[in-house]
């Protein structure tokens, strides 16, 4: 075997076939050294985690990569999608009310439990985050009121990435419940999550890197492969 002939054709030769074996060595590597690595480092089996719905933005949406990837996924579908009227809250966003503020529209939900915006201005993340942020996670130790957390939501594989607003004791075990910013409410799955349900903690943003396994999930969604 000529080492010297692979490494050329991996690292410099310019052609298609040289492509797609570094494609699938970036794929192999991340996937079975770096993700590892990341979680061994960080204490938690999920490092590194991409937002897929809008459920933490503070701006007015209708949340079309969400609803269309829930959808038939036609072409139609997708334009059904992106026509849905824009929404915060569970309120509707009329033209003359978009790019309202967020506490304005929202925050009579967090005064109802007692998170004042002043608190609320304090959390981490409390600007929200938007579909297509990816998160490194760090261990799920010392969760605090109002820190965005990862879990296990009990009835599908994709993890939840919501805020902390109840933290309960009970019979010597904490559980947490959550609200997504831009829902209109706490959903059934979240009013009581166990600590080991809980993948990890935020501790970093790298806005936006998340749309390359969206736009790559939607348009398998179009070819009928998802």
Same mark, same amino acid.
Not at 52 to 62: A, F, L, P
């Given at each position: 075997?000529?080492?010297?002939?692979?490494?050329?054709?991996? %690292?410099?030769?310019?052609?298609?076939?040289? %492509?797609?074996?570094?494609?699938? !060595? /970036?794929?192999?590597?991340?996937? &079975?050294?770096?993700?590892?690595?990341?979680?061994? !480092? !960080?204490?938690?089996?999920?490092?590194?985690? /991409?937002?897929?719905?809008?459920?933490?933005?503070?701006?007015?949406?209708?949340?079309?990569?969400?609803?269309?990837?829930?959808?038939?996924?036609?072409?139609?579908?997708?334009?059904?999608?992106? /026509?849905?009227?824009? +929404?915060?809250? @569970?309120?509707? +966003?009329?033209?003359? #009310?978009?790019?309202?503020?967020?506490?304005?529209?929202?925050?009579? %939900?967090?005064?109802?439990?007692?998170?004042?915006?002043?608190? &609320?201005?304090?959390?981490?993340?409390?600007? @929200? &985050?938007? $579909?297509?942020? $990816?998160? $490194?996670?760090?261990?799920?130790?010392?969760?605090?009121?109002?820190?965005?957390?990862?879990? #296990?939501?009990?009835?599908?594989?994709?993890? $939840?990435?919501?805020?902390?607003?109840?933290?309960?004791?009970?019979?010597?075990?904490?559980?947490?419940?959550?609200?997504?910013?831009?829902?209109?409410?706490?959903? /059934? &799955?979240?009013?009581?999550?166990?600590?080991?349900?809980?993948?990890?903690?935020?501790?970093?943003?790298?806005?936006?890197?998340?749309?390359?396994?969206?736009?790559?999930? +939607?348009?398998?969604?179009?070819?009928?492969?998802?």
């Amino acid at each position: 075997m000529n080492w010297k002939k692979i490494w050329y054709f991996i %690292w410099r030769e310019d052609s298609w076939s040289s %492509w797609v074996v570094n494609v699938v !060595l /970036a794929i192999i590597i991340v996937k &079975f050294l770096i993700y590892p690595g990341l979680g061994l !480092l !960080l204490g938690t089996g999920f490092p590194v985690v /991409a937002v897929v719905s809008c459920s933490m933005q503070h701006e007015e949406s209708n949340c079309w990569p969400d609803f269309y990837m829930k959808s038939g996924g036609s072409f139609e579908d997708l334009k059904r999608s992106i /026509a849905k009227p824009k +929404m915060l809250c @569970g309120k509707a +966003m009329e033209e003359s #009310n978009q790019n309202s503020d967020y506490w304005e529209v929202c925050g009579g %939900w967090y005064e109802s439990r007692e998170i004042t915006k002043e608190e &609320f201005s304090k959390f981490p993340q409390n600007k @929200g &985050f938007n $579909i297509g942020d $990816i998160f $490194i996670l760090q261990k799920p130790k010392d969760i605090k009121l109002g820190e965005v957390i990862v879990y #296990n939501n009990g009835f599908n594989a994709a993890p $939840i990435i919501h805020r902390v607003i109840e933290i309960n004791e009970e019979d010597g075990k904490t559980f947490y419940k959550t609200k997504g910013d831009y829902n209109e409410k706490s959903y /059934a &799955f979240e009013e009581k999550i166990s600590e080991n349900k809980v993948y990890g903690k935020v501790l970093l943003k790298v806005p936006y890197l998340g749309w390359v396994k969206i736009m790559f999930n +939607m348009l398998l969604k179009m070819v009928g492969v998802v």
